[in-house]
């Protein structure tokens, strides 16, 4: 398998965190909150290279500053997340050991957390590659999410999948390999045809796989326009309706 990330995940600038971690039942969370009060929350969740990459640490701490509890559990519950240095023939088996529709529980768990210990009313999720098809599942699933964001990822073998409960952006790059523009045009006319909610479906053109979650430091300047319009579509889309 060829390596779907363009840009060279091994090369990242440093970050300094705005937030804290916490541990939270069998998980790990890393969590940013606003200077004021707020009872509106959204879940992160990360991509292969796990919970504590800058990059998505950095979209919390993005979220957090338009006003909500954000946080990024460990959905990998502290198994190794995927490492720039490993071989991506191997990737593979190892999404058969980290599969993105088994998040359910570690979903709840943190919904729990959000509301008995933060007092969140309202509640979102943004997911990113992996994250994003985890987030699609979610969206499928759990009521309790008031709207969702899917970056980059998406369920591509069930006939249930577009059934989504709640509101639902998908972002796409055009030129990510790993989702083709016959799976996004699919995806539009399934929805068309049978979603009950709203939904949205944008791609951004000549922009990769993971782009929207690069640092101002680490995007390349002809992609920084694409890159600043994704993310303020998604929280102009979590703004709308948490």
């Given amino acids: 398998m060829s390596n779907p990330f ?64 954000t946080i990024c559990p460990d959905f990998f519950k502290g198994t190794e997340p995927w490492k720039s240095t490993d071989h991506w023939a191997d990737f593979a088996d190892w999404m058969k050991e980290h599969d993105p529709m088994k998040v359910d529980k570690e979903t709840d768990v943190t919904l729990k957390y959000l509301q008995e210990q933060c007092g969140a009313k309202k509640i979102g999720i943004a997911g ?52 083709s523009y016959d799976q996004i045009t699919l995806l539009e006319d399934k929805l068309k045809q049978y979603c009950k909610v709203a939904y949205k479906i944008k791609v951004y053109p000549g922009q990769v796989h993971g782009f929207a979650q690069l640092k101002p430091e680490d995007m390349k300047p002809e992609d920084k326009p694409y890159i600043e319009e994704a993310r303020k579509d998604m929280i102009d889309w979590i703004k709308q309706f948490i």
């Fill in 6 to 69: 363009i840009y060279d995940t091994g090369k990242r600038s440093p970050y300094g965190c705005l937030g804290h971690e916490v541990q939270i039942e069998h998980i790990k969370a890393y969590v940013c909150r606003p200077s004021f009060f707020t009872d509106k929350a959204v879940i992160v969740i990360h991509d292969v290279f796990g919970w504590q990459f800058p990059d998505i640490r950095y979209i919390v701490d993005l979220i957090a500053g338009h006003g909500y509890i």
């Fill in 128 to 179: 990113f590659s992996w994250g994003g098809m985890a987030a699609h599942h979610l969206m499928l699933k759990n009521p309790q999410l008031a709207a969702g964001v899917s970056l980059y990822g998406i369920i591509r073998d069930s006939e249930e999948r577009y059934d989504l409960l709640n509101p639902t952006f998908f972002i796409f790059g055009e030129k990510d390999h790993t989702i």
